[in-house]
């Protein structure tokens, strides 16, 4: 298996533009979650998912964030506009998830956005 | 998210010796306590993990301990060496704590 799979890498982009990081679960996990990183905040759980449905989106900071999960296979996150202090790392991490109990999460690479 | 909250938030230890961090939440129903390591620019990855059903669990070097009564649990790791320098998690529920960043000094 290869993985979460994470897209772009590096992303750099100017204020005001739209940016997507997409996401690929590691096959058979049913739970994947979208977190920031940054050395003010830490690591933030910004979206999670159980079986493609939204489950808690609390951490989204505004309405400029979206996230959706169409299938099992892929899952984005939208920011638009962007603005500089969304500059951050962004961490895709996918875990198998029973109803009742959590497990390991696995985290992908990461996409370091850079908005000027 | 939950709140969990993690202690020291820097630490540093001779190498050698032992390093203790701690985190303390307060949702009753959690039954998973994971602590992941993060190394400098790499994604953070699991190191250890227990169970409601256990208080203790070892793993060479690492251990982790967990008090349900009084609702934290603890990352040990023991003979301290250079590779252990990193940033250190605890998850609840997708939830991460605010990590530690532990130095081990040679």
């Known amino acids: 298996d290869a993985g979460v799979i994470q897209s772009p890498r590096h992303e750099v982009t100017e204020m005001g533009q739209e940016v997507t990081l997409r996401c690929k679960p590691i096959s058979g996990h049913n739970s994947l979650f979208w977190y920031r990183q940054t050395m003010m905040r830490g690591l933030e759980l910004l979206i999670y998912f159980n079986n493609n449905v939204p489950i808690d989106d609390s951490g989204m900071p505004e309405d400029r964030f979206s996230a959706k999960m169409p299938n099992a296979s892929f899952s984005t996150l939208k920011i638009q506009p962007s603005e500089p202090r969304d500059s951050a790392v962004y961490f895709c991490?996918?875990?198998?998830?029973?109803?009742?109990?959590?497990?390991?999460?696995?985290f992908g690479p990461g996409t370091r956005l850079t908005v000027t | 998210g939950e709140n969990v909250e993690q202690h020291p938030s820097t630490l540093s230890v001779q190498e050698g010796d032992s390093a203790v961090i701690k985190c303390t939440y307060s949702d009753s129903a959690s039954n998973y306590f994971p602590w992941y390591k993060q190394e400098l620019g790499k994604r953070p990855q699991l190191i250890i993990d227990?169970?409601?059903?256990?208080g203790e669990k070892k793993d060479q070097r690492i251990a982790v301990t967990l008090n349900k009564t009084a609702k934290h649990f603890s990352l040990h790791i023991t003979e301290t060496q250079p590779e252990d320098s990193a940033v250190y998690f605890c998850a609840l529920r997708g939830t991460f704590g605010t990590g530690t960043r532990l130095t081990i000094i040679p």
């Open positions: 227990i169970r409601s059903n256990v």
């Open positions: 991490a996918t875990s198998p998830w029973t109803g009742t109990s959590s497990y390991e999460q696995y």
